[in-house]
């Protein structure tokens, strides 16, 4: 896996969301350098992971990348957030915060989980990756845009950024949509012994900020914050707010000294 390190000071794991790659976090990584250092991760078969081996999954990708970075914090955005949350769940001791970005530990609605997504939507875009690949990828761009103040501005910045390392491979973009519909990790939440911060965005159509603090009651160290205005992709059009709960989470996780 492709692993790009910048900044000085703390350090803090980023992992991007389905179809994108580590690029999509350059404004916020501009924004955070000065007081992380950042490891900004492509999935494999994503951005420069692009001819990655490793499958993604769980479990390989957790271990593979606890084995490349040093003990830190993990942000998880959308699909990221899956892997920063089994990563926080199994490895512990590598992991001493978590924070969940637009991310939920089930992205599919159920009997018992009212406020996740359909699962219709996952079968239609896997469906039609298999017969419209970039058409699929430009309806998933604006259903993360949609519902943000600035839907043109976030859906173009999303757009710019889905093939800007190259286009990810359609094998591995089935495999997303597949652990999105198919994980379920709220087992995990009681047991998770470090600091968490979820962090959502009012207007998300793709996970509901609901769902998010439904998640961060069964956690016991666990903080909520919602950006007003902000869609899926708040790190996009609201910069400085996601960077300032990012700086307070940093301090609780190391104890006020940042």
């Known amino acids: 896996m492709h692993v790009d390190t910048t900044g000085h000071g703390p350090d803090l794991v980023l992992l991007h969301g389905w179809a994108m790659h580590a690029g999509v976090f350059a404004g916020l990584a501009e924004r955070l350098a000065s007081c992380f250092t950042l490891h900004l991760v492509d999935l494999p078969g994503h951005g420069h992971s692009r001819d990655s081996a490793l499958p993604l999954a769980l479990e390989p990708v957790v271990d593979a990348l606890v084995a490349r970075v040093p003990r830190a914090p993990w942000l998880g955005w959308s699909l990221g957030g899956l892997f920063a949350l089994h990563a926080a769940a199994t490895r512990s ?3 001493p915060g978590l924070a969940m970005l637009c991310a939920s530990p089930r992205f ?3 009997d018992d989980w009212p406020l996740g997504m359909s699962p219709e939507i996952f079968r239609g875009f896997a469906l039609g990756l298999r017969s ?12 993360e845009a949609f519902g943000s103040d600035d839907a043109r501005h976030e859906m173009r910045m999303l ?6 390392r190259g286009e990810p491979a359609a094998h591995v973009l089935a495999d997303g949509l597949g652990l999105l519909e198919t994980s379920d990790l709220r ?25 998010m603090r439904a998640a961060a009651e069964r956690v016991p160290r666990a903080q909520v914050v919602v950006v007003e205005h902000a869609g899926h992709a708040p790190f996009l059009t609201h910069v400085e707010d996601v960077a300032g709960a990012l700086e307070k989470f940093a301090d609780a996780v190391h104890g006020g000294a940042r």
Not at 191 to 204: A, E, I, N, V, Y
């Open 159 to 164: 757009r710019n950024e889905v093939f800007a």
């Open 93 to 95: 001791e590598a992991v």
């Open 108 to 110: 599919v609605r159920g």
């Open 132 to 143: 419209d690949y970039r058409a699929t990828l430009e309806r998933f761009i604006a259903l």
């Open 187 to 211: 087992e995990v939440l009681p047991s998770l012994p470090m600091p968490t911060l979820w962090l959502g965005g009012r207007r998300d159509r793709l996970v509901d900020p609901r769902a």
